[in-house]
């Protein structure tokens, strides 16, 4: 890689470190990275590149395969995409380059896949109520399941939470700063407005170290991460004899389907979750097999 390039491709980092949330940051930084890398293996200047070399360099993309020989999804190649033409949004901006090539490069088409793990009501119950409320940390854990299973909050988003971000007596939670930085207010349930009193009053004292700005602590008074709560979810899964792979996100998909299921306007879905787009929480509008089996029982000739 050239001075130059670097250069720029360290002017570009500073924008980004602004401009993005954290994660984000570091994924487009490394996918410009491996696309510089690309351009200097095929000979091509950065100053140089065009369309052509970004369509090539997709197609290039779309052929590589995981490990297991499958190929990358198609938000997985979108992504990695956006982070080119940010990076050339970037250059063109602020006068490096005189021309866009990433302008007109299109996204891959996206599959619309549903959510691969959705929990019944009482597996969510069972999970919530799997925690040990006699503990510090459990009555952490338990007010953590409630806050997600309520709110449908992102992982990363409740591991930012902070006490003065939560008023359990309005029953509100302000998420600041979410995805795509948008800060949004969503409903706690009673349940978990209970839950997260009982956490502030009885377990967080006895978590708090030096480390005092979030709301979930680990039990050493750490920032509970999203490495962290991915664990914790899938403790309490199988300690709760829930036999499918549980993660944080699948309390999302749970939330969503099941205020779905008891007929929820999907735009207050949407407010909930906060999407962008309707057409991501869409996708959670289809039908649930067991719902479909329970008609074909019904109404089929031979379903009896």
């Known amino acids: ?47 140089s590149a065009r369309a052509d070399d970004v369509l090539a360099y997709q197609s290039h993309l779309y052929a590589q395969r995981k490990p297991n020989g499958k190929p990358y999804s198609s938000g997985n190649q979108k992504n990695r995409i956006k982070a080119i033409k940010s990076f050339f949004r970037f250059l063109y901006r602020r006068g490096y380059l005189l021309q866009n090539p990433a302008a007109s490069v299109e996204y891959p088409r996206m599959e619309r896949r549903l959510p691969r793990v959705i929990l019944t009501r ?12 006699k503990t510090p940390a459990g009555l952490r854990d338990r007010a953590i399941f409630e806050t997600f299973y309520g709110t449908g909050i992102r992982s990363a988003e409740l591991s930012n939470l902070t006490p003065d971000d939560v008023d359990t007596e309005e029953g509100v939670l302000r998420v600041i700063r979410g995805k795509g930085r948008r800060d949004r207010n969503v409903p706690l349930t009673r349940a978990a407005a209970a839950a997260i009193d009982a956490y502030l009053t009885k377990a967080r004292p006895k978590l708090v170290r030096r480390e005092k700005r979030f709301l979930f602590l680990q039990n050493r008074g750490a920032k509970m991460d999203s490495g962290t709560l991915s664990r914790l979810v899938q403790q309490w899964a199988r300690k709760a004899r829930v036999k499918k792979h549980v993660t944080c996100h699948t309390f999302r998909h749970s939330v969503a389907t099941h205020l779905l299921k008891g007929r929820a306007d999907i735009r207050h879905i949407q407010a909930l979750l906060g999407h962008a787009s309707l057409a991501t929480t869409e996708r959670y509008t289809h039908v649930e097999i067991q719902d479909l089996k329970e008609v074909v029982r019904r109404a089929h000739p031979r379903g009896r």
């Open 1 to 47: 890689m050239s001075a130059k390039t670097g250069h720029l491709l360290k002017l570009y980092e500073d924008d980004a470190t602004v401009r993005y949330e954290k994660k984000t940051g570091h994924e487009y930084l490394r996918e410009v990275g491996s696309f510089l890398t690309w351009l200097e293996g095929r000979g091509v200047e950065l100053a």
């Open 122 to 133: 009482e597996e969510a119950r069972r999970i919530l109520e799997a925690p040990d409320m």
